[in-house]
């Protein structure tokens, strides 16, 4: 978390004297006005690294303190979420959108899971990744929750992690609908949110509880 000194929305870089910012771009999807606004203030404040990132965002890094407010002006662009205890960011690939291969409209649900979910206060860094078709370019099964688009409907898992100790989500639900998707999603981060540690993330979450004990859980509406 950064300390009540540093600039907010501002990630402190290993000189200890600049700072990143990742603004937000739900589902990787950015606008023409998006990159205008982003060669501008890069131009301006002669930022000198564009990184994008593995959750389909642009991270500007190397800027001063001092400009960091009038950056996030200039941008006008809503600041995504890097250190804090919630929602990052929601990932998904084209889907049936554009990709030949989809079967599902991966990136309207990703869209919606985000909105619902963006400001849930949760026990850690949570992402979700939604892929279209079974090839699962979202890489579902490696993010706290995810979620891929088949021909008969949606499977959700639960527990996914690709940090250092990796883990492959479990299936929790298979063949469900796009409203039963935001449904169990609730249900899962509600039942998370009560019974997680803090920075204590789901693939943990998971291994300490058990697989079986937190499918009956959230079965139950909990």
């Given at each position: 978390m950064t300390s009540e000194s540093e600039p907010k929305g501002a990630i402190l870089q290993r000189d200890k004297k600049t700072y990143a910012i990742v603004p937000r771009i739900p589902v990787g999807l950015a606008k023409l006005e998006n990159f205008k606004e982003i060669a501008r203030v890069v131009e301006k404040y002669n930022i000198p690294i564009i990184k994008i990132t593995s959750g389909h965002r642009l991270a500007l890094v190397g800027m001063k303190g001092e400009v960091v407010n009038d950056v996030w002006r200039d941008l006008k662009m809503e600041e995504g979420k890097a250190t804090e205890l919630c929602l990052h960011y929601v990932q998904a690939c084209p889907g049936d959108a554009v990709c030949r291969f989809g079967v599902q409209d991966s990136l309207g649900l990703g869209i919606e899971i985000e909105e619902f979910f963006l400001n849930m206060t949760l026990p850690a860094k949570v992402k979700i990744g939604v892929s279209g078709c079974p090839f699962c370019c979202g890489e579902s099964f490696v993010r706290?929750?995810?979620?891929?688009?088949?021909?008969?409907?949606?499977?959700?898992?639960?527990?996914?992690?690709?940090?250092?100790?990796?883990?492959?989500?479990?299936?929790?639900?298979?063949?469900?609908?796009?409203?039963?998707?935001?449904?169990?999603?609730?249900?899962?981060?509600?039942?998370?949110?009560?019974?997680?540690k803090k920075k204590e993330r789901t693939a943990r979450f998971i291994e300490r509880i058990g697989i079986e004990e937190f499918k009956k859980a959230i079965s139950n509406g909990v």
């Open positions: 706290d929750i995810g979620v891929i688009g088949k021909r008969r409907g949606w499977t959700v898992v639960f527990g996914g992690n690709s940090g250092r100790r990796p883990r492959i989500g479990d299936i929790i639900a298979e063949n469900i609908s796009r409203e039963e998707v935001i449904e169990l999603c609730k249900r899962s981060l509600e039942f998370y949110a009560e019974n997680g």
